[in-house]
């Protein structure tokens, strides 16, 4: 057999020989050494995920054969594309799509950073964020192997400005305390993940 078996699409059938009459193969499906107690030939083996299949043969009075090697690879769905790509400063609604090479495939989503999984959003049309999120997304297709998870980061910006009509403003925007109320209500506004940002300056009543 071939030590490198082309990609294949649904399942792929391998054929395990040996030359030696009277041998039984011996083989493993998981990349382990096969040994006197793995499982025993007695037919083509169909695989319907990579794997590595390894071979040995044994005969009664003779030394056990060689490993045999054979890798065969599921071909595997696009890894899909999101976009835009991940940013630090949307300051409103922000529209993500995403998209697959593969006709045909679903995609699946989260917007939370967890992993994808068969229970996740089906992708459907753009995602609205409102709010600082990280987006993944995975697609499958019967008879591939599902896609690598592409993921994209996005952080909102919230700004808040002191307010000129706290009775503790002397007008000239230096006042701690309206500044410590401003600095609460940015914390406020934030959601979990979100950075809020302090600057200094001089207020303009007009």
Same mark, same amino acid.
């Given at each position: 057999?071939?030590?490198? @078996?082309?990609?294949?699409?649904?399942? +792929?059938?391998?054929?395990?020989?040996?030359?030696?009459?009277? +041998?039984?193969?011996?083989?493993?499906?998981?990349?382990?050494?096969?040994?006197?107690?793995?499982?025993? @030939?007695?037919? $083509?083996? &169909?695989?319907? !995920?990579?794997?590595?299949?390894? =071979?040995? *043969?044994? #005969?009664?009075?003779?030394?056990?054969?060689?490993?045999?090697?054979?890798?065969?690879?599921?071909?595997?769905?696009?890894? $899909?594309?999101? !976009?835009?790509? !991940?940013?630090?400063?949307?300051?409103?609604?922000?529209?993500?799509?995403?998209?697959?090479?593969?006709?045909?495939? &679903?995609?699946?989503?989260? %917007?939370?950073?967890?992993? $994808? !999984?068969?229970?996740?959003?089906?992708?459907?049309?753009?995602?609205?964020?409102?709010?600082?999120?990280?987006?993944?997304?995975? =697609?499958?297709?019967?008879?591939? +192997?599902?896609? =690598?998870? *592409?993921?994209?980061?996005?952080?909102?910006? %919230?700004?808040?400005?002191?307010?000129?009509?706290?009775?503790?403003?002397?007008?000239?925007?230096?006042?701690? *305390?309206?500044?410590?109320?401003?600095?609460? #209500? #940015?914390?406020?506004?934030?959601?979990?993940?979100?950075?809020?940002? +302090?600057?200094?300056?001089?207020?303009?009543?007009?």
């Amino acid at each position: 057999v071939p030590s490198a @078996y082309p990609t294949f699409v649904g399942s +792929a059938d391998v054929t395990l020989l040996c030359t030696t009459g009277g +041998a039984e193969i011996r083989y493993t499906t998981d990349g382990s050494q096969p040994t006197a107690s793995s499982p025993l @030939y007695t037919g $083509p083996l &169909t695989l319907t !995920s990579t794997a590595t299949v390894r =071979a040995k *043969a044994f #005969a009664t009075g003779m030394t056990e054969s060689a490993v045999a090697t054979l890798t065969v690879t599921q071909q595997a769905v696009a890894t $899909p594309v999101i !976009s835009p790509p !991940s940013t630090t400063g949307f300051a409103s609604n922000l529209d993500v799509t995403v998209t697959c090479a593969t006709p045909g495939a &679903t995609v699946r989503y989260t %917007t939370d950073g967890s992993e $994808p !999984s068969s229970g996740s959003t089906v992708y459907s049309g753009a995602i609205t964020l409102t709010t600082s999120a990280v987006v993944k997304a995975q =697609a499958s297709l019967t008879g591939l +192997a599902d896609s =690598a998870v *592409a993921a994209a980061s996005y952080a909102k910006v %919230t700004t808040i400005y002191v307010n000129a009509v706290r009775p503790d403003d002397g007008g000239d925007g230096l006042s701690w *305390a309206t500044a410590k109320r401003t600095l609460q #209500a #940015a914390a406020d506004a934030a959601s979990d993940g979100c950075t809020v940002l +302090a600057t200094n300056g001089v207020y303009n009543a007009g």
